[in-house]
């Protein structure tokens, strides 16, 4: 008979082992850790509780938030007339990261991708829309999906989309990331950064 | 001014760090797929919540169980007569898995450690002793607290508490792994293996 544990440290096991990137060992580890650290536990179950009940999206820009609309919509002290596209929200941390943008945001949660079954009609694509129709200061719309094939494909398909409306699309440039060496780019990196030259 | 998740977002990636071996941007990433996935984040949050309501130590060997006592301790089909020391309820997942072993356990909770301030009253000795004199049947004690410094201590300092009782102590063997080679063994373990060699 092989060793079982107790089914409540099972299921528990089992319950840590569906996070990414946790396997079974890491999942035991964190289970007999949680065991022994039984307050960083209940502070988890009750974190993951909360978060689960009371985040939403923001009926504005599809960020999570549990006020609606979300902080940076609400904010007097953005410029409403820039909505940055993003594929997730945690993308959104990344951009405010660099301090320089002061627009809006939406957020698309996914990218089309035929591969995977997803559509326009799966992500959020039709809020953004909606929105624009709504709020008509906004003067650009900035996409800036993942470099990725379905990252790229979705950022041309909304330009399309959004071409008789009139409002400027850009696109975030790709290109050699600063402090990296030419020798060590790949090819496609290359190829873009050369082919996006400009004067200087 | 940085960017702030919504306080439930972040209370959730705070409290997901404060587990071992998960910094700040994993924690990030979890709970972005626990907002993604909530039957998952609230299954587990569950079975945390279960597991540290319902999981405690056997009376009889301290492991953690539900049930009292264990259903290793609680088993008819265990020889009594031996008892397995080990220092961590893991261990007798990792002992039982040779299905060789069909003695008893008994789980320290930890080793004897100056430097960390764990004397012998620190962990589960007192127990261990209180079981030797409730069960005279008792033969053998088989020390298998791990081959740290720490553990061979321990391991030293229950043999000498044992010796006036006349149960037969023994200690596991270390050596070579099986399937290693003697090129890439630590002095230590090579040094170990050649003391503990053995007439064939």
Redesign the interface.
Same mark, same amino acid.
């Given at each position: 008979m092989?060793?079982r544990? !107790?089914?409540?440290?099972e =299921?528990?096991v089992?319950?840590?082992a =569906?996070?990414? +990137?946790i396997g079974r060992k890491?999942a035991? $580890?964190? #289970? %007999? %850790?949680?065991?022994d650290? $039984?307050d @960083? +536990?209940?502070?988890? *179950?009750?974190?993951? $509780? &909360? #978060?689960?009940d !009371? @985040?939403h999206l923001c009926s504005s820009c599809c960020n999570?938030? &549990? &006020?609606d609309p979300?902080?940076i919509c609400r904010s007097s002290a953005r410029d409403t007339t820039k909505i940055c596209v993003v594929e997730?929200? *945690?993308d959104?941390?990344a951009m &405010? $990261?660099i301090h320089d943008y002061n627009g809006l945001y939406h957020v698309l949660h996914g990218v089309i991708s035929p591969m995977h079954d997803i559509g326009p009609e799966n992500i959020k694509l039709r809020e953004l829309l909606q929105r624009l129709q709504a709020h008509s200061e906004v003067e650009e719309i900035i996409l800036a999906t993942n470099p990725t094939v379905e990252g790229e494909a979705t950022a041309l398909y909304i330009a399309r989309l959004l071409k008789p409306s009139g409002i400027r699309t850009t696109r975030i440039a790709h290109g050699i990331p600063m402090g990296a060496s030419l020798e060590y780019a790949d090819e496609v990196t290359l190829a873009r950064a050369f082919e996006n030259r400009r004067e200087l």
């Open positions: 092989a060793y544990y !107790s089914p409540a440290i =299921k528990l089992q319950a840590l =569906k996070l990414p +990137g890491t035991q $580890r964190l #289970a %007999f %850790f949680i065991l650290h $039984r @960083v +536990g209940m502070t988890l *179950s009750d974190a993951i $509780r &909360e #978060a689960c !009371s @985040v999570l938030t &549990e &006020e979300c902080y997730n929200p *945690s959104i941390a &405010e $990261r």
